[in-house]
Nanobody, 120 residues
Framework: QVQLVESGGGLVQAGGSLRLSCAAS????????MGWYRQAPGKQRELVAT???????TYADSVKGRFTISRDNAKNEVYLQMNSLKPEDTAVYYC??????????????WGQGTQVTVSS
């Protein structure tokens, strides 16, 4: 019943910007934490940023000062503003969240991913 859908990926040159969006839909009671992961070819998936319902955020060292995560709790959406993009940011970006659908029932959901390619 719950689905996460990312959008906003694309091709951009180094130094450019992109804004990723993730919309959660379905039978959602509560979303405590939403985050963005990324996976480059041949590399492990890594955590990029997280945000809790109260607004506190965390970032990977590699993106601090360049990326900003935010969320709209009323819309069940999370965003990732990416500035000063570098070729090493190239990856498939995934939205992730642990979602409470009913009391005593929770599950970690993943979006399908959106490709971000940064050319040098």
């Amino acid at each position: 019943q719950v689905q996460l859908v990312e959008s906003g990926g694309g091709l951009v040159q180094a130094g450019g910007s992109l804004r990723l969006s993730c919309a959660a839909s379905g039978s959602i009671l509560r979303i405590n934490v939403m985050g963005w992961y990324r996976q480059a070819p041949g590399k492990q998936r890594e955590l990029v940023a997280t945000i809790i319902s109260g607004g506190s955020t965390t970032y990977a060292d590699s993106v601090k000062g360049r990326f900003t995560i935010s969320r709209d709790n009323a819309k069940n959406e999370v965003y990732l503003q990416m500035n000063s993009l570098k070729p090493e940011d190239t990856a498939v970006y995934y939205c992730n969240s642990n979602i409470i659908t009913t009391i005593g029932s929770s599950q970690r959901y993943w979006g399908q991913g959106t490709q971000v390619t940064v050319s040098s």
